[in-house]
């Protein structure tokens, strides 16, 4: 079975500054996904980036990128010039691909980030 | 464009009732899927459904079920309600036209069962 680990509970970050959370994963399985989710106070979970397995560069998305290592399994997320905005619980999921209908996500725990003015 | 809806909002229950929560997908989104949030075991998968047909099931009890109906709306239902089964459910969204996009998700129903 997969797992997702979040080895930091709660993370803070000054305004403006940069942070990297921290995940790392097992499976057995070559081609997967991984992902970055962000749920505010509203409780409602928003994609912040996807990685392809197969895909060796690091996906970016603005203020938002991924360090992914495949061979280490780790994923970690960088957010540059942090706003107050990206406050948040941060959750990375994991998702196989391929293999009929399994669109299962599996989650980390989560990070807490905090932004601090 | 209109996201995953999942309605109630909100719910209190008693324990021993039973409880059905709704979600209507992304237009075009044909896969279902449900997840329990708790800040103990964080998020748990319940169950995926595509083309009305349970594809996936997590490791809960019998005592949750759900459907998914022609118009690709899903919906879940708990019986006997115990105080453990209080927890945030989401409802996520995916595959569209035979191409899986990533999930998206609703704002969740939370369950307050006493």
């Known amino acids: 079975a997969q797992t997702v680990t979040q080895s930091q509970p709660e993370m803070s970050v000054q305004e403006a500054e940069t942070v990297t959370l921290s995940c790392t994963y097992d499976?057995?399985?070559?081609?997967?996904?991984l992902f970055w989710y962000k749920q505010p106070p509203s409780r409602q979970m928003i994609l912040v980036i996807r990685q392809e397995a197969y895909k060796q560069q690091n996906a970016t998305e603005n203020r938002f990128s991924v360090n992914f290592q495949k061979a280490a399994k780790s994923f970690s997320l960088k957010i540059s010039d942090s706003q107050l905005g990206d406050a948040a619980m941060y959750f990375c999921a994991y998702r196989r691909r391929g293999g009929g209908s399994n669109y299962k996500l599996t989650f980390g725990k989560g990070t807490l980030l905090t932004v601090n003015p | 464009k209109a996201g995953v809806t999942q309605t109630p909002r909100y719910l209190i229950k008693t324990r021993g009732q039973q409880v059905t929560l709704s979600c209507s997908p992304i237009?075009?989104?044909?896969?279902v899927s449900w997840y329990q949030q708790t800040p103990g075991q964080g998020l748990q998968f319940l169950f995926e459904?595509?083309?009305?047909?349970?594809?996936n099931k997590g490791n809960f009890p019998g005592r949750f079920s759900g459907r998914q109906f022609s118009n690709s709306r899903s919906e879940m239902n708990v019986s006997t309600l115990e105080l453990g089964d209080s927890a945030l459910y989401l409802c996520a969204s995916s595959l569209k036209e035979g191409v899986w996009t990533e999930a998206f998700f609703g704002q969740g129903t939370r369950l307050t069962v006493v």
């Open positions: 459904y595509f083309s009305e047909t349970q594809r």
């Open positions: 237009s075009g989104h044909r896969s």
């Open positions: 499976t057995s399985e070559s081609d997967y996904y």
